[in-house]
């Protein structure tokens, strides 16, 4: 079984490009793998974003400090920084198994992520994670818990986002 | 009220001096019946720091006077709101706000942490949020008494507090970096706990708080736009002060190596006692049959009664009976929180950052690798500390964030970090302590560090 640190390696670096633009979307990739059988061993708690690991978070600084993953802080609006990981080494190894998951299964859901904005893998995490804990109408307590980013748009492609990932 | 003079009536506080209540006001009024429910009232046996008064005697407030304090800056961060938005001020958001401001630690159990720790690893992870909405649209006097007030009342509160992203202005009176919540008790914790440090400008902070459109999403990308609180260029020293306070809080008080020992040993003599429950021997952990304790963790689910039933006085009262359980392992962690005879801890995580590299990664699996020959009593403690507390592992979006406005008249705001050198200065610091209960252990621990320097 791979380290937490290393999973989220091979995760960075089947994404595209071999990197990850912002840690939302890092803990929402993990958790929405998980939700598809990437038996990671993390546990999820509700934060501002939906679900949220802090063993994803510290997996990701091991990865760094190990030197598997590079990690920068680009300025957003208000110069608000986000984070941005990108593989070490373009030719590390990733297995044909990660956890519960095969590599090719593992390329195929990320691919799938790719054309959503962070906000909309927000949403598909929060639902994916209502739904999971037993509240009936997930989309109409989205709408409640994120009013100004759940609009009927982004709330599709989320939709739309799970039942493409088989959730 | 029914059968009380309208009048109004003070509670004298430490921080605030006299918090009033105007029973004709329709906000006050509701405040002051929910404020003598039996949910409220619960609050007075929870202390709000848990552990912290076996270092700062002190520090044994309640989470019922921070209630009560958080409630008195909501009403003022309500009419700074009222002043800037004019005719635009809705007062029945306002009045929910209000109201969630007062009830927004209602679900706190006793060691709040600690139990939330512990109902994670039994799979029934419920935040003490989780509970709050439980008490507020359950079956509760509190449920009750906003109910009578206005139907679909509850709801709305629930929803206010369970939402923590903030949509409208009104949401950060209860979720922003300018909460009541925060307002309160980094005064309250610094004046109750006797610590020098961690002073911050209140009352000039809250005359420089501005209202804005801010947007919350990555330049490029998808983004949305709220109504957010930010500070005009006059506070950036009292936004200094302000962040400053809370990283000596968390690094002076919160994180102090003696309460997280505390908190660690009641983490790990729960868990002994719910393994010796499941292993059907109950009777070897010392408490009696019946005990809150015991009766909060059967079943596969808790029950909002039996979380109700808890508080300080049961914890205490069941280490008291763990004190003479006849599992020696109970019996020991009982004593040393009764009597605060505490692990003592090996801070690799300084020493981590004194050897560099990846000396902590391979030290955190060399404790793994023999987690089972070091024994129960080697707990560690991980936790990452920035400038705005221990959470900084999501890209905490603009409305997380201490905004200032800049001082050239363009209406442009930015974070505090990069406007402020001494705010910027603070780095992440990663917090790892491993405890330990006697010499031979310590030793343990020295030679696996030796290990990672050889």
Known sequence: ?????????????????????????????????????????CSYDYH?????????????????????????????????????????????????????????????????????SAIELELAATLQYLQTHEFKDAAALVKELKPAKATPERLTHAQKLLRDLGL | MKGQKQENL?????????????????????????INS??????????????????????????????????????????????????????????VAGIAALLHDLGHGPFSHVFEGIQKELGRGRKHEEWTREMIEGDTEVHSILEGNNSGLANKVGLLLGRKDPADIYDALVSSQFDADRLDYLQRDRYMTGTNTGAFDYAWLLDCLEIGKINVGQEGGDFVEVDGLYLNHKGLAAAEGYLLARFHLYS?????????????????LLSRMIALVKEGHAEATGLHAGHPLLRFFEGDKSSLGSYLDLDDFQIWSAIAEMAAATDAQTRNLAIGLHDRK???????????????????????RLLKENSEKLGANVLKDEVSLTAYGTHDYEDTGALQKVLIGLPDGSGKIEDIVSRSEIVGAIKRQRIFRVYFSDAAERESIEELWKEVIK
């Open chain 1, 1 to 41: 079984m791979s380290e937490l640190h290393d999973i989220v390696t091979y995760i960075v670096a089947l994404n595209e490009g071999g990197k990850v633009v912002g840690k939302t979307r890092l803990q929402k990739m993990v958790f929405l793998l998980d939700q598809c059988g990437l038996e990671s061993g």
């Open chain 1, 48 to 116: 501002y974003y939906g679900p949220f690991s802090a063993e994803i978070a510290e997996a990701a600084e091991d990865a760094y400090h190990l030197g598997q993953l590079n990690y920068e802080e680009n300025p957003g609006f208000y110069s608000v920084p986000y984070g941005v990981y990108e593989i070490a080494r373009p030719s590390a190894n990733v297995p044909e198994t990660i956890g519960g998951l095969e590599r090719r299964t593992v390329e195929g859901k990320l691919n799938l992520m790719k054309g959503y």
């Open chain 2, 342 to 364: 505490l692990h003592k801890c090996i801070n690799i995580g300084e020493m981590a950052r004194r050897a560099g590299g990846d000396s902590l990664v391979h030290f955190k």
């Open chain 2, 252 to 268: 002076q008080v919160y994180l102090h190596k003696t309460t997280r020992a505390a908190e660690l040993m009641l983490a790990s």
């Open chain 2, 38 to 95: 039996r949910e409220f009232q619960r609050l007075r046996r929870v202390k709000q720091l848990g552990f912290s008064d076996f270092v700062f005697p002190g520090a044994t407030h309640t989470r019922f006077s921070h209630c009560l304090g958080a409630f008195s800056i909501a009403r003022k961060l309500l009419k700074i709101i009222e002043k800037k938005q004019g005719a635009t001020f809705d007062r029945s958001k306002a009045f």
């Open chain 2, 10 to 34: 003070r509670i004298r506080d430490p921080i605030h001096d006299l918090i009033t209540f105007d029973l004709a006001d329709s906000l006050d009024g509701l405040a002051w019946e929910l």
